[in-house]
């Protein structure tokens, strides 16, 4: 499952009520956030306390398909966030699609759930750096791969979910 939609939109909930669902403490939280900037910190913290405490969580590594290997065949996976993991690929001049070739190949081989969460970053005001660009535009092109590969893809909008593929 892929849950896309806008900063603040509810997406990170939605994707945690349906690893919950699924799963109930058996999900392991894939974390793409690097601590080091008060802001981000405080978000981070502010994810860890609406996590439940029983839910495994590791850091995911450059090597995205290495880390989703990583995660117990039992669990469900729960990847948030896809963005931020693309935005670190991006400026190490990685190769996004192939990076996601190599973690959905991992993914099509898990026997449990695997929900992918994502910043839908194309439909703001375009950035004025080429670097920003390049990075809205790779992502659009990564969160399309997602999507051709996930059962179900949510956009959530206003925290309310929206079915675009399969069903919520």
């Known amino acids: ?29 894939i974390a793409t ?60 001049g990685r190769d996004l699609v192939a990076s996601w070739r190599a973690a959905a190949a991992v993914v099509g081989r898990r026997p449990r759930a695997t929900i992918v969460v994502s910043d839908e970053v194309g439909w703001g005001i375009v950035p004025t750096s080429p670097l920003a660009r390049r990075f809205r535009d790779e992502l659009g092109f990564l969160h399309q791969n997602v999507a051709a590969d996930a059962n179900a893809v949510v956009l959530c909008v206003a925290g309310i979910p929206i079915a675009i593929k399969g069903a919520l």
């Open 33 to 92: 956030a690097r601590p080091g900037d008060p802001e981000l910190d405080a978000r981070i913290a502010a994810h860890r306390r609406d996590r439940p405490a029983a839910w495994r969580t590791i850091d995911a590594s450059d090597d995205l398909a290495g880390t989703l290997a990583t995660v117990d065949d039992a669990d469900v996976a729960l990847l948030d966030s896809l963005t931020l993991w693309a935005s670190l690929a991006v400026e190490a």
């Open 1 to 29: 499952m892929l849950v896309l939609g806008g900063t603040r939109s509810g997406k990170s909930r939605v994707a945690r009520d349906r690893a919950r669902r699924i799963a109930g403490d058996g999900v392991t939280f």
